[in-house]
């Protein structure tokens, strides 16, 4: 199994499916792939990876979404992950929150939805060059 892992985070069953399918193609099964329907759920994943010593490479996460919010969600695995490449996938997004993003958690990225497949890889595989 791979020490590495990707993480994507969305609300929405559809994003996850497509991104579960594009990034399989293009990252596994070098890189573990995690998704995660919630940010209470991603949050647990990454603790599961910290205690067998997975290191989270990529987080993908969605802004707007029920409880935590990407940018308060992405803020926390910096503080979790600080090495952890950082991206928001979104169709919307507050300018504040991005901004506050870029500064407290060293986002890499902002990509709106819907998003090009290749933008999406290049992206990625930036972050884990």
Known sequence: MSKFAILCVD????VLNS???????????????EFAESTEEALEIITDMQSTGIELM????????PGMKGDEFLIKVHSL???T???????QADEKAIDRVKTEA??????????????????IQKCLT
Request: no cysteine; net charge neutral.
């Open 11 to 14: 609300d929405e069953k559809m």
């Open 19 to 33: 991104l579960k399918d594009q990034l399989k193609k293009h990252f596994h099964p070098k890189y573990l792939l």
């Open 58 to 65: 990529v987080v993908i996460s969605d802004w707007l979404m």
């Open 81 to 83: 992950s600080p090495d």
């Open 85 to 91: 490449a950082k991206m928001l996938l979104t169709g």
């Open 106 to 123: 060293k986002l890499v990225a902002m990509i709106s939805k819907p998003w090009e497949e290749k933008e999406l890889v290049d992206i």
